[in-house]
C-alpha cells in the first residue's frame, strides 16, 4: 500500500476464491507498507512505515481497524515490534522484532 497524503484506502484481494474481497482504510497520512498475511476470519497482519526508516507490525480487522501492534501489546525492555508476517486461523501472530536494549538484536516473536 502506497499513501501520498490523505486517506490511504486498500483493497485486499485474496488467492483464496471463498474470501471475500475487502477494502480497508490505513488511517492518515503518508504510508508505506504491506500485507503479509491473511486468516480465515479477515484479519490482516503485516508492516508499515510510521516514519521514514521506521517499520512497526501491524493489525487489521473489520471490527476494530487498523492497529499498531506496539502499540496493542504491552512492551518490555526496549522489544520494538517491526513485522508481522503470519497469522494463524485462530488468531496467534508471528514476527520479527528488534531488541534494542541487546544492541538492535533481531528476534521472533509469537503473539
Excluded at 486517506?7 to 500485507?35: C, E, H, I, W, Y
Amino acid at each position: 500500500m502506497l499513501n501520498i497524503g490523505g486517506m490511504a484506502n486498500v483493497t485486499l484481494l485474496p488467492a483464496d476464491p471463498d474470501m471475500p474481497v475487502q477494502g480497508f482504510d490505513t488511517g492518515p497520512g503518508n504510508v508505506l507498507g504491506s500485507a503479509a498475511d491473511l486468516n480465515r476470519h479477515g484479519v490482516v497482519v503485516g508492516s508499515y512505515e510510521p516514519t521514514p526508516g521506521v517499520r512497526h507490525a501491524f493489525v487489521w480487522d473489520a471490527g476494530v481497524g487498523f492497529r499498531d501492534l506496539n502499540d496493542v501489546v504491552r512492551q518490555r525492555g526496549g522489544v520494538e515490534l517491526q513485522d508481522a508476517s503470519h497469522i494463524t486461523a485462530t488468531g496467534w501472530i508471528a514476527g520479527n522484532a528488534t531488541d534494542h536494549s541487546k544492541g538492535g538484536k533481531s528476534i521472533g516473536y509469537v503473539l
